[in-house]
């Protein structure tokens, strides 16, 4: 008996196109609230942007499918990501899926493992101190920006080693925002106007220029990388990087420290055009996801004195009388349950594509061979059907006996062989930043008026200023935590290097640490093989994709829809 021929579910289409444009306008104007509004036309939905069709698939379960399941039947690829392969190159992020990606994501991913990222974790506390304690007490300070500095000094701290000159790192912080601005602008205009010479086209080539010539001097800082290799030309066509024939260190010594350190020692080193791509692409990738989440976590701590006060006390059992260590981290379940909860409720990506390499099927929708197909975790995770309430902050929906609920569409780090290789380090940079700025300061105050979001790379506040101070003990609330352990106001370095916490010189003038023994660090939240692997249900480590052989799994099930919410949607 012959099978029927399937006959595919109309797919609806959004309404409010307009001739020319499309969706384009609602995309441009109020993205949050149209993509939210999708899910009420069905699993798959087709917008038009321009001239093209595309599809949004609005139902978590579809997405896993594009994901995970059906994956080889959807690349890696859409109109943003041609724009940023121009900026990336060969990034992680934007190489076409196959064999070049699977052998960097397998080169890459050890230094991303719990373990690895343990290693960085107080060099990482060190930094954020530094910077934490640099702030004057009732300044009014940009919150975004100042969480962007955070996460960026972190990671290059992490990426580099500890030993990065100050002006280095100076140079990073001060153009690494720049092009952030410049990139959005090449994915918002069409690739024709990317290309033509305008000045502020030529002033970005100009900066990601400068920022790999950055890139390569911290590489050579290392003294791993023959400063002798000359760069590669990417339009040279006999250029050898692109058979991967021409390492960058033949005879590298082992780097001192720093998760790009594995790159340069690697059996098949990465080429330097390579390992620039690579920097580039995890710096980008590294700062504003985690910096915006922490503005937003910060904000809502402000509104929020009950979870502010669950915070502190947390904080004062697990750490006493002294600084944060990076073994306190385990002990700090509902700070994780806050940050989940901020990185559920506001994204932080919003929109990913994918191109269909063939005609495909997708719940019995038929999307044509060439589409584009757009999933947004901020859709799944805004569905009132798997978050009810989901304008509603409440960390206590990630609690141990709620989470498994909610889970299954969580899809915030995405899934499959593309899943997001910085879950770990995201999460224990998110934590320690906010336990750093909650033991500096006991008063954290939103002094501009509330912030909408706006969704550019991320969905970032649009305004977000905050005084930090201590709380007047005469005022203090007696349920109040006792904060003995908070660093005292105007500590020096010295001070609190003296209370356990740095433990190491550092440059006066940058903060920038300068080597030094960092205090043993068990494995704790950080597990890994240093021995002592805690399985925290919550922050389960490399669902959905296993590097070593390429094997992709799920890895969590998607949870059948529970009725609830009232089905509000402000697209916040
Ligand atoms: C809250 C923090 C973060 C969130 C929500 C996030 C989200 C995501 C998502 C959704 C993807 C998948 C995109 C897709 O399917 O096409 C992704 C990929 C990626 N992320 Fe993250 N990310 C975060 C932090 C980081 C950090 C800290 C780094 C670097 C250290 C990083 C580096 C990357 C890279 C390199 C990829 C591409 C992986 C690949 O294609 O193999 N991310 N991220």
Known sequence: MTTPPVIPVPTPTAPGALPLLGHAHRLAR??????????????????????????VVTDPELTRRVLVTDAGHYAKGGRIIDALRVFFGDGLATVADGDTHLRNRRLVQPMF?????????????????????GWRENEKRDVFADMNDLTLAAFLVALFGTDLPGHLRAEFTALMPVIMKGAIRQTVLPSWATRLPLPANRAHAERVARLRELVDRAIDHHGTSPSSAPPDDPDDPDDPDDADTGPTCPHAPPAQGGLFAALLTADRPLTRRHLQDEA????TGAIETTGTTLAWTLYEISRHPDVERRLRT??????????????????????????????????????????????????????PEGADVIWSPYLHQ?????????????????????????????????????????????????????A?????????????????????????????????????????SVDDPPRSWAVPRGASPQAVRERGGL???????????SGGGAPACRAGVFGGDQGGEQTQPLFREGTGFRGADGHVESGSGVVQPERGGDGFEDGR
């Open 314 to 367: 947390e904080l004062a059992d697990a750490c006493g009388d002294r600084p944060l260590r990076p073994t306190d981290l385990e002990n700090l379940p509902y700070a994780r349950q806050v940050l989940q909860e901020a990185i559920r409720k506001y994204g932080p990506a919003w929109m990913v594509t994918r191109t269909a390499t063939r005609d495909v099927e997708l719940g019995g929708h038929r999307i």
């Open 503 to 513: 433990g190491r010189g550092r440059e006066p003038s940058t903060g920038a640490v």
């Open 113 to 133: 493992n719990k373990a690895h990222v343990a290693t960085r974790g107080s060099a990482m506390i060190d930094q954020v101190r530094a910077m934490v304690e």
């Open 280 to 283: 580039i692409t995890l710096l």
């Open 436 to 476: 750093v700025i909650l033991q500096r300061w006991s008063r954290i105050e939103l002094v501009s008026r509330a912030p909408r979001p706006q969704a550019v790379v991320t969905v970032r506040p649009d305004t977000m200023s905050m005084r930090y101070g201590h709380r007047d003990t005469a005022t203090a």
């Open 382 to 434: 805004h569905d009132p059907a798997h978050f009810p309430a989901p304008d509603v902050f409440d960390p206590d929906r990630w609690a141990p006996h709620r989470a498994p609920a909610a889970r299954g569409s969580f899809l915030a780090f995405g899934d499959g062989r593309r899943k997001c290789i910085g879950e770990n380090f995201a999460r224990t940079e998110l934590q320690i930043v906010l």
């Open 30 to 55: 109020d993205p949050l609230p149209f993509i939210t509004s999708l899910r009420r036309h069905g699993g798959v939905v087709r917008i038009r942007i321009g001239p093209t069709d595309a599809y």
